[in-house]
């Protein structure tokens, strides 16, 4: 079963240094019944205060949430009918998996009969049908999180709250969990809010996302959108990796603004959301990926500062020649065998295709 939440103007404050600190300030948000939801941001830009919340470990100063149509800002934790998985598993070293998993159905006294088939239910879901008479030390890591996992969904919660679940797992194996959490969130159709400052786990696995930066919400939206629409530079360097120039908008045509930057005119997408205004300050956004060589249309001249060979790939450093260059600009092209890199100090044409630009106020 699957619900809706909603968060009305969620505000957590702290009294730090004796003044006021805001962890999360004004927050609203409407997750969709059966929605994968992330939260992405930064350490210390408040995912966890507002998960913590919507799980009623914490208290929030101001604001609402409604789970369903159901007010559940007063309603203590453990009578919300959620489930929560942790970074650490925290599953009992003492018991085997199957009384880790059927420890939540015990508490409501669900006969025995019901129990076993349950948890070998949760556990086949997770894969996990022949683990059940072993112990937590005796499974991997990734194992490990499995059972918290199958723990949570045995007990069939309304909405499943994730705080960095795969941080703890190698790279190899956190690949993988992606992909089986995943999977059983939607078999089940599972509402699900899910925190990571890990970005390729955010686009990977989410319908929708919400980047947070100090305590408040940048931009909401589903992983495309926010890569190809940033509302602001924050998000577009967050999400992916993105060179920032600094030019003027100096007309409008369709969907597309001409930038004067460093002296050199360029066509690039308005932004949708938060677009500059002619004759006034404009971001260029292009990401390091859609920068090419070779072509000498709709392009910025530059020098290169350094190269950063990484095998099929070449990062190239560079400064816009005569521009603002606060820190250095990267280009990253596809190495083809048998060619040389170009060398440090040449100047040269970076082009890209106008949709690859996205024009952001930059006053
Ligand atoms: N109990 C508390 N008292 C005072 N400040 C707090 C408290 N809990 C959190 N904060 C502060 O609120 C801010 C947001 O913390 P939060 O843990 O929500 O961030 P986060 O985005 O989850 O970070 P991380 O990824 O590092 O866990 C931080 O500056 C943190 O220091």
């Known amino acids: 079963m699957s619900v809706s ?14 003044e006021k600190f805001f962890a999360v300030q004004n927050v609203n948000l409407e997750v969709k019944p059966g929605e994968f939801l992330t939260f992405l941001g930064p350490s210390g830009c408040g995912k966890t205060t507002t998960l913590r919340m919507i799980a ?41 998996i199957f009384d880790n998993v059927a420890y939540g159905l015990r508490i409501r006294k669900e006969s025995s009969d019901l129990i076993t088939q349950k948890v070998k239910e949760a556990l086949a879901m997770v894969g996990l049908e022949k683990a059940e008479h072993r112990y937590p030390n005796q499974l991997s890591g990734g194992e ?3 059972v918290a996992l199958a723990r949570v969904l045995v007990l069939r919660p309304q909405l499943i709250l994730m705080d960095e679940p795969l941080s703890n797992l190698d790279a190899k194996l ?13 078999e089940l159709k599972l509402t699900c809010l899910y925190v990571t400052h890990d970005q390729k786990e955010a686009l990977t696995m989410s319908d929708r996302i919400m980047v947070m930066n ?14 190809d629409d940033p509302a602001t530079p924050f998000v577009a360097d967050f999400i992916g990796q993105a060179n920032l120039f600094y030019g003027t908008l100096v007309s409008v045509e369709d969907k597309y603004g001409l930038v004067d930057v ?15 205004r002619i004759g006034g300050k404009a971001l260029l956004i292009v990401r390091p990926e859609n920068l090419n060589i070779g072509t000498s249309e709709n392009c910025l001249a530059v020098k290169l500062i350094n190269r950063l060979f990484e095998g099929d790939r070449i990062d190239y450093q560079f400064e816009v020649v005569n521009g603002i260059n606060p820190k250095p600009y990267s280009m990253s092209v596809p190495f083809l065998p048998g060619t040389s890199l170009l060398p440090e100090g040449s100047t040269l044409d970076a082009s890209f295709v106008p949709d690859a630009g996205v024009l952001l106020n930059g006053e």
């Open 5 to 18: 939440l909603t968060l009305k103007n969620i505000s957590r404050s702290y009294i730090k240094d004796n």
């Open 56 to 96: 009623g470990f914490e208290t929030p100063t101001e604001g609402q949430i409604l789970l369903g149509d159901k007010d559940v800002t007063k309603i203590p934790a453990n009578e919300r009918g959620m489930g929560f998985v942790f970074q650490n598993y925290a599953l009992f070293p003492h018991m085997k």
């Open 144 to 146: 490990q999180q499995r």
């Open 174 to 186: 956190r690949l993988h969990m992606r992909t089986e959490i995943r999977r059983i969130q939607q």
């Open 214 to 227: 100090k305590g408040k919400i940048e931009q909401i939206g589903t992983p495309m959108h926010l890569y």
């Open 262 to 276: 460093a002296g050199r005119r360029v066509k690039a997408r308005m932004g949708v959301l938060n677009p500059p």
